[in-house]
């Protein structure tokens, strides 16, 4: 009789599902047959024999652990699997899939007011509007990239630096030999700039010994090679290291004599720039557009087109350049050195008390100051033919209901003009959103919220947006025509009046937030506003 094994019993597991047998291969697995550099000393070893009594199969299993091998299968498994399931994929993911797995997409583009810069309330400027808004469109970050020169935006799209450029970049058909562009979002001309102190140039032939400068590797530079071709003597400077923006400035003091712009930016610098003069235009309307480099890949490039299909669709195209540029309108000269002088000779007595009223009632107090030169140009003692009267124009009754018993008293009216505001912004719709919360409280602040809210009616009547300035805007004026406020619950109002009402305070915010009479230096005045008296 053989001595029986000093090896303890397998522990037993019966497989009592008989739907479910093992596969035969199993049976070829039992303990001590296989070879041990295959199974080595403390694997798991699993033994089946049949149970012929009751015909069921019998797992017999060596309960001794084996990690070493453990991890090696399970290394080979996650291998296998990656290799027949996660590689296809990762191999044949486009470059939108990437962005929306990485959760992050990384635009190039230019510092200037048309395109992106920090303004007082953090990243603003048109070109980021409409690319953080396609992020979120996507559900991913945004990253902006700003390269040290406009010639390496161009490079940066080419090299892969980014996923696209969004510059305010003219579409042009050289450009379009390297680059795929969206449709355009945006109009422009190219102009030539000159000072006002100097005589206006007739055309490019005309420029004589005058320095023409121009942004290096632009389209302006590009217009000008073109054109060379026609104009005999056409010369210019190409430079390297500024923006146009800063071409622009100067311009305006004298150091150089001429530069190309685009329409839009001489449109938002003239302001500040008070010497800036369009000579001419040398282009016909261009489009301004994204550049994405000419891969294989078009998934990121197709879904930026179906991007801007919706929004051109919507109307948040038309509300963004609205927001952008819809309050600059035609530049008043005279206007602006009026209202420059004021900054400097009024605005200081005030700034203080303008300040505490932002505080108390959370108003930026350049919008609050924006309000009064709008109302009485910064004038304590302003009275109109209606009977309102100091520097934030108060009625009668408003101050009455205010608690302000002198309006011509600056501290009480400008406290009292900054509460009321804060109330009429309260009864805007929460719904509104901004900055059309805001422009929509000016105009209630104007003409009374209940003609604000009959214009937002006829706005929906005439089946646009109630929730939009832009739109409503375009209704408020129909507020003077039988046709429409005979229907309406406050009736009749001069509504062009808000509206100029808006636009013009609008533009002089602007103007705070760009010109501070304390801390930025003046731009001289031209001689001929010599002339004019000192304001009080």
């Known amino acids: 009789m053989a001595a029986r094994s000093a090896t303890p019993p397998p522990l ?4 009592r599902d008989s739907a479910r047998r093992l596969s035969p291969a199993v049976h070829l697995i039992y303990s001590g047959l296989l070879p ?12 089946v024999t049949p149970l012929l009594l009751i015909g069921i199969p019998e797992i017999h299993i060596r309960k001794t652990l084996c990690k070493r091998l453990f991890l090696s299968l399970a290394l080979i498994f996650a ?10 994929k990762l191999l044949n993911a486009t470059v939108l899939d990437r962005v929306r797995t990485d959760g992050m997409l990384v635009v190039l583009t230019r510092n200037s007011p048309t395109t992106y810069y920090e303004g007082p309330d953090g990243p603003a400027g048109l070109e980021y509007d409409l690319v953080k808004m396609f992020a979120d469109e996507l559900g991913v970050d945004l990253t902006m990239i700003v390269p040290d020169s406009f010639t390496d935006v161009l490079k940066g799209i080419t090299h892969g630096n980014a996923h696209f450029a969004a510059a305010g970049l003219t579409v042009t058909e050289k450009r379009k030999q390297m680059y795929r562009f969206t449709p355009g979002y945006q109009q422009i001309t190219e102009q030539l700039v000159y000072n006002v102190d100097h005589k206006k140039p007739k055309d490019l032939s005309s420029l004589g010994d005058g320095l023409l400068e121009v942004v290096a590797g ?19 400077k190409s430079n390297n290291e500024l923006e146009s923006e800063e071409l622009l400035q100067l311009v305006a003091d004298d150091v150089i004599d001429y ?10 610098n003239q302001r500040f720039m008070l010497k800036l003069r369009v000579a001419f235009d040398i282009s016909e309307p261009q489009d301004l557009a994204w550049a994405f480099p000419k891969d294989v890949d078009k998934s990121l490039y197709l879904e930026a087109i179906r991007f801007f299909e919706k929004i051109r669709e919507n109307g948040e195209l038309k509300r963004l350049i609205e927001r952008a540029y819809g309050h600059v309108g035609d530049f008043d000269y005279v206007g602006t050195i009026i209202f420059r002088r004021h900054i400097a000779q009024r605005l200081p007595r005030y700034r203080q008390m303008f300040e505490d009223a932002g505080a108390i009632t959370g108003i930026d107090w350049r919008l609050l100051a924006a309000m009064s030169y709008q109302e009485s140009h910064w004038d304590p003692k302003a009275v109109s033919p209606t009977g309102v009267r100091g520097i934030m124009m108060l009625t ?27 109330s009429t912004l309260e009864r805007i719709p929460d719904d509104i959103v901004e900055p059309d919360r805001t422009w929509m409280a000016l105009a209630a602040y104007n003409v009374g919220t209940s003609h604000l809210v009959d214009a937002r009616i006829i706005t929906e ?27 309406t619950r406050a009736g009749y109002a001069r509504g062009w009046e808000p509206v100029q009402y808006v636009e ?5 915010y602007d103007m705070l937030h760009h010109l501070d009479a304390v801390n930025e230096p003046r731009e001289p005045e031209p001689e001929v506003f010599s002339i004019l008296p000192q304001v009080p």
């Open 36 to 47: 041990s550099p295959l199974f080595p000393r403390g694997c798991i070893i699993i033994q």
């Open 259 to 268: 530069t190309i712009a685009d329409s839009n930016e001489v449109a938002l």
């Open 461 to 487: 009547q005439r089946g646009l947006d109630p929730h939009k300035w832009i739109d409503v805007k375009t209704s408020l004026p129909l507020l003077a025509k039988h046709k429409w406020y005979k229907d």
């Open 504 to 508: 013009n305070t609008r533009s002089y």
């Open 79 to 88: 291998i296998i699997i990656f290799l027949f399931n996660g590689l296809p």
């Open 218 to 236: 632009s389209s302006h530079e590009e217009r000008l090679e073109h054109l060379q071709q026609v104009i005999k003597g056409l010369s210019w």
């Open 396 to 422: 009668q009754k408003t101050a009455a209901s205010l608690g302000v018993k002198n309006r011509l008293d600056p501290q009480s009216s400008i406290d009292g003009g900054a509460r009321y505001f804060a």
């Open 12 to 15: 037993l597991y019966r497989y």
